[in-house]
């Protein structure tokens, strides 16, 4: 497990990397398990110091994937060095790969963070930025085959999980499974009680209407 920093050591970093056509709800799910997280701790828990940024290239507004607009908190030149690094996926994801400022942001914040994230596409742009390489990693079903075929044999993709870890590398399939990796995070941050109260608060007990095999 990997702890919080102990008390006194400043708030606990975590940092959404947000972008134009950014699929909403990969990034929207991680964020109200962290903000739920720090809601529901006591004023001595380490929850408590959990700080969500919403950061973007040029900071401003960034309008997802279906049409949600959401103001950041920070550009890249004046993000905070973070604990947590979580970028999501959506059809944006096909640009930023070839974005060099996106990539020079993940290359620098990666090395200082605690854990590195993704959900959905997003580990294809940490795959471009080469920070996947002789890990295991996962994606959206419906992007298995052609992150197999990036990757070029030094990334092991895997398929019908919901996230990976390698190291301090976590990687979640697609849209709703960022919830569940962000459950698991919380877990092994601020410990699993405190998670499982998170997901209590959250009611999040899934029990869809209808099988979706994938």
């Known amino acids: 497990m990997t702890t919080a920093r102990a008390s006194g050591d400043g708030d606990y970093e975590i940092g959404l990397v947000l972008f134009d ?7 929207v799910g991680p964020f109200e398990v962290f903000t739920m997280a720090r809601e529901i701790a006591s004023p001595s828990h380490a929850a408590k110091r959990i700080r969500v940024r919403l950061i973007a290239e040029r900071g401003g507004v960034v309008t997802g994937a279906k049409g949600m607009r959401v103001e950041t908190d920070h550009a890249f030149a004046d993000a905070p060095r ?11 994801t096909r640009r930023e790969m070839k974005n060099e400022a996106m990539l020079e942001f993940l290359r620098k914040q990666a090395p200082g963070c605690a854990w590195v994230t993704s959900v959905c596409t997003g580990s294809a742009v ?9 890990r295991r990693i996962t994606t959206h ?13 030094e990334t092991e993709v895997l398929e019908r999980v919901r996230y990976v870890r390698d190291g301090n590398l976590v990687t979640s399939a697609g849209v709703s499974a960022g919830i569940d990796m962000a459950l698991w995070l919380t877990g092994q941050i601020f410990g699993v009680e405190h998670a499982r109260n998170t997901q209590r608060a959250m009611e999040y007990d899934p029990a869809p209407p209808y099988t979706a095999e994938v």
Not at 21 to 27: F, P, R, S, V, Y
């Open 82 to 92: 973070l604990d947590l690094l979580l970028i999501p996926g959506g059809i944006g």
């Open 141 to 153: 079903w419906a992007y298995l085959p052609t992150l197999r075929e990036t990757a070029a044999g």
């Open 126 to 134: 940490l795959e471009r930025a080469g920070l996947t390489r002789g």
């Open 21 to 27: 056509q950014a699929e909403e709800l990969d990034w």
